[in-house]
T-cell receptor
């Protein structure tokens, strides 16, 4: 039973525009959320995270928004660059579950020049 | 300098064989993980070791056995390989979930 869901398998965006990636979760015990980026033949790399006590966290071009009541988070990339073309995974964890990361299936982002 | 390295990168083997995947991290982390990425692209945790001690053991067939000779190494042994074991296996390490885990580049296992 997937507790973290990324319902959009792919996203295509023009260079310079905003990329918005969405993630939904079902387990209300999750208290920490992360986004990972993955290039082909490489492992996922940590991008940005947010605690459940916050509703927004920003790091350069990347901003993550958390809506706890809707059990929804999103990742905004502004402006999108060709190097952002990758698979983005949403992940979540909670303390009493030994901090295990539960991942979504990923969204493939393609940034068009 | 590779932070988390796993070998081999590709592994093709026949059903019934026994194989191992090695993982080493030079980040000084106490905790290491094995994740499996299945055909549907989900990353699912298999095992976690903290300072050589098993702390997470998900519902994984007992044909899979992790071994941690020291806190910098976490190897994965798989006995009697089956077709369904074909997947990409990722090793990771990390002590602070606030900074995420560092993943290796993955081992693509194909059982034929």
């Amino acid at each position: 039973d997937q507790q973290v869901k990324q319902n959009s398998p792919s996203l295509s965006v023009q260079e310079g525009r905003i990329s918005i990636l969405n993630c939904d979760y079902t387990n209300s015990m999750f208290d920490y959320f992360l986004w990972y980026k993955k290039y082909p033949a490489e492992g996922p790399t940590f991008l940005i995270s947010i605690s459940s006590i916050k509703d927004k966290n920003e790091d350069g071009r990347f901003t993550v928004f958390l809506n706890k009541s809707a059990k929804h988070l999103s990742l905004h990339i502004v402006p999108s660059q060709p190097g952002d073309s990758a698979v983005y995974f949403c992940a979540a964890s909670f303390r009493s579950n030994d901090y295990k990361l539960s991942f979504g299936a990923g969204t493939t982002v393609t940034v068009r020049a | 300098d590779t932070a988390v390295s796993q070998t081999p990168k590709y592994l093709v083997t026949q059903m019934g064989n026994d194989k191992s995947i090695k993982c080493e991290q030079n980040l000084g982390h106490d905790t290491m993980y094995w994740y499996k990425q299945d055909s549907k692209k989900f990353l699912k945790i298999m095992f976690s070791y903290n300072n050589k001690e098993l702390i997470i053991n998900e519902t994984v067939p007992n044909r899979f056995s992790p071994k941690s000779p020291d806190k910098a190494h976490l190897n994965l042994h798989i006995n009697s390989l089956e077709l369904g074991d074909s997947a990409v296996y990722f090793c990771a390490s990390g002590d602070d979930r606030h900074y995420g885990y560092t993943f290796g580049s993955g081992t693509r296992l194909t059982v034929v």
